[in-house]
């Protein structure tokens, strides 16, 4: 793989990811709206999965944009990682639930793949906005 086959996969990365940034945007409109705390986690939760993209992006950003079958073999692999680990991010940065990164990442998973697993106890008494988040 050249380095240019890295800028591209690289450039393709940062763009998904920032604007996966933005599914947590409306979580912190309906923590506003419920008056709860967990406006700060989700507003953290943005700002650090859109600077990432953005650091993913910005170098990348005039790569070529042509990408073949192995880069987007490597595209769809990648961004499932990237996507469950930044998708943690709430889960593991609000204290009420006290989740480890493991225990995160595998909510972050199930919410985004729809399998309805859930570690979490205690469903009804979550803030509504990570119950909107999960969904």
Known sequence: MTLRNIKSVQ???GLLLTVFSST???PIVIALIYQESTSLV???SFLITGLFGLVLWLPAKKADTEIRLHEGFIIVASFWVVLALFGA???FLLPELGLSVTNAVFESTSGLTTTGATILTGLDELPRSLLFYRQ
């Open 11 to 13: 450039k393709t990365l």
């Open 24 to 26: 947590m945007l409306t």
């Open 42 to 44: 989700f507003l953290a």
């Open 89 to 91: 991010l709430p889960f």
